[in-house]
């Protein structure tokens, strides 16, 4: 239990605080008066174990120099409901003036302080402002300028130790779980490198001599983005299987010249430059499975929306790939719990406000290196509204393409699939939202209620203790011609309301498990997904058709728009060809008819 009051406007000086306190023997735990002021603190006695009426308890003298001082009277005890006290009869005694006599103490052990914690910082540049602050003060001399003095040592002193405290955790955190996995090998090979690169420019940063504990929230940012984000991204990436020689060309690259960087960095690398190598890595793999699919003839093009299954750490927080906006939502991007199957760990697009209609959600992501053609976008979405909320997409960045798809508000017989009956005793008609819903009825239905449903269809009848969580599909079409697809979800009327849409009048929206697939391939003659749209070569990259065959710089390499690679200067069938020559990219044509 702690009260107090927060005094201001008193002259300069030295003050006591006196009050009376009462307590039974049973329920003493260290019951005292305090005082706290800018550079100090006071207590009083302690409850004494013979109190048997009122006690007085009285603190030591305290110098008060801005005119504040907090009284208080406050017991120790470890919490709960136990113990009790009275207390009463606060009184502020002014004990005199502030002397060059009383404050030269004060500000002596205040240096003293500063110099032992000196001793302890390991940033150069906090430790030499603080040094800095020691040498200012040491010789005043005159009431004020102590009073002064003391003050600004103070200051100087919670700097410190912020930096100490920050030094503490840098030292404990993301530093040392780096540090300590290079010298047990986690890593190896060119990942030991890097590692120890990172780490290296890490001791640089944290020795140099403008080192300071503000900077160090970067600096640690940037080791968590290597090792969360980085790693694990150029692991997948040297992991993932290409069979398109060119898309693996690209790839390879960009893992060569990404590692090449990381395992020579002379100082720490932005945490913006880290998050663009992953994002390279991701585009190119992306663009790699697009390659695969088209080699392939493959159709299902879902492994290009970053992200389809909606896994995030944190509902406050965007998924990883999906961007957008939440107005007037419960400050969620995502829930969790409520999966078709039941995961109460996965999580799914989702926001709510109890105020019907006034929710406005929109998440969305742009997917590159999109084979033209017609697709259909599919997704598990739940709503409480008839209207307003919608799955859609456009196509090429084009605004004139935009494809709505209303999300609907299933009504459906609840009692063939296990549930209550009407009040007259027939089947009921019920809206769902988050019960039941047509992904669970198709189960229920084909797995004769479950009797012959596998561990899997087991796991959606089981979500929501048997009753569903309200998951239907919803689809629609759209023609992609120039290689970009934007696709969303939303309850957003300012946005939908441009494009035919109405507005939203429920209270929460659900998506989940996006998936992408190609209904009719379109014109992509001259396009791989990996060609990354012709790089302007450099003035000395120069290539030619001669006779059917390529020429190009020693060092070139030659693939077919399937990317199948061809020899340079080999005469080769009439077509159109990629080129590549170091980070440069051409396509060339190849008519022996001209």
Not at 162 to 168: E, H, R
Not at 349 to 370: C, F, K, R
Not at 384 to 397: E, P
């Amino acid at each position: 239990m702690n009260l107090y009051q927060d005094v201001e406007g008193l002259p300069d000086g030295w003050y006591r605080v006196e009050c009376l306190g009462w307590t039974d023997e049973a329920s003493i735990y260290k019951q005292h008066a305090y005082a706290v002021s800018m550079s100090d603190s006071v207590m009083s006695n302690m409850a004494s174990t013979a109190m048997t009426s009122w006690e007085t308890f009285r603190t030591a003298s305290i110098p008060v120099y801005d005119g504040k001082l907090r009284i208080g009277f406050q017991s120790e005890s470890g919490g709960g409901s136990i113990g009790w006290f009275l207390v009463t009869d606060f009184r502020l005694r002014y004990c005199g003036a502030l002397s060059e006599e009383t404050l030269r103490p004060i500000l002596d052990k205040s240096l003293a302080d500063g110099r032992a914690m000196a001793d302890t910082m390991m940033f150069a540049a906090d430790k030499k402002m603080l040094m800095d602050s020691i040498s200012k003060y040491e010789a005043v001399e005159g009431a004020a300028n102590l009073k002064q003095a003391i003050m600004s040592m103070k200051d100087a002193m919670s700097e410190a130790y912020k930096s100490v405290d920050k030094q503490n955790s840098v030292m404990a955190g993301i530093y040392k779980a780096l540090k300590d996995s290079v010298d047990m090998e986690v890593y190896s090979g060119d990942y030991y490198d890097m590692a120890s690169r990172f780490l290296s420019c890490m001791d640089d940063e944290i020795n140099s001599a403008d080192a300071s504990y503000v900077e160090m929230d970067s600096l640690e940012g940037i080791l968590y983005a290597f090792r969360d984000r980085y790693v694990p991204t150029l692991y997948a990436a040297r992991e993932l299987t290409v069979e398109d020689a060119f898309a693996k060309g690209i790839l390879d690259d960009n893992i060569n010249r990404q590692v090449s960087d990381f395992t020579t960095i002379k100082q720490l690398p932005e945490e913006t430059l880290v998050d663009k190598y992953v994002n390279e890595l991701e585009k190119a793999m992306a663009q790699c499975e697009a390659a695969d699919l088209i080699l392939a003839g493959g159709k299902d093009f879902t492994g290009l929306i970053v992200n389809p299954e909606i896994n995030n750490s944190s509902n406050s927080v965007k998924p990883k790939g999906w961007d957008g906006t939440v107005v007037n939502g419960d400050n969620r991007f995502t829930g969790n719990g409520q999966q078709v199957d039941g995961n109460a760990q996965g999580y799914y697009l989702d926001s709510w406000n109890a105020t019907p209609g006034t929710l406005l959600y929109n998440m969305h992501q742009t997917i590159e290196s999109v084979p033209n053609g017609v697709y259909r976008l599919t997704a598990m979405t739940r709503t409480t509204s008839d209207k307003g909320v919608y799955l859609y997409a456009f196509a090429d960045n084009d605004s004139s393409t935009v494809t709505l798809s209303q999300v609907e508000l299933e009504k459906m017989n609840i009692t063939e699939l296990g549930g209550p009956s009407a009040a007259d005793g027939g089947d009921s008609i019920a809206t769902v939202t988050d019960t039941y819903g047509s992904i669970f009825a198709e189960v229920y239905k084909r797995t004769n209620g479950g009797q012959t449903a596998t561990d899997a269809e087991n796991d959606t009848l089981m979500a929501n203790n048997g009753w569903g969580s309200g998951w239907h599909y919803t689809s629609l079409d759209i023609e992609v011609k120039n290689h970009i697809l934007t696709i969303g979800f939303t309850c957003d009327s300012t946005f939908t309301q441009k494009y035919g849409g109405t507005a939203f009048a429920g209270t929460w929206i659900s998506a989940d498990n996006f998936r992408l697939v190609q209904l009719s391939s379109g014109d992509n003659e001259g396009w791989n997904p990996a060609a990354g749209i012709s790089s302007v070569p450099d003035e000395d990259f120069s290539v030619a058709v001669e006779g059917g065959r390529i020429i190009a710089p020693e060092g070139s390499r030659a693939y077919s728009v399937s990317g199948m690679p061809v020899n340079i200067g080999a005469v080769v069938p009439d077509g159109v060809y990629i080129v590549k020559f170091g980070k440069n990219t051409v396509k060339v044509v190849v008519n022996r008819k001209f």
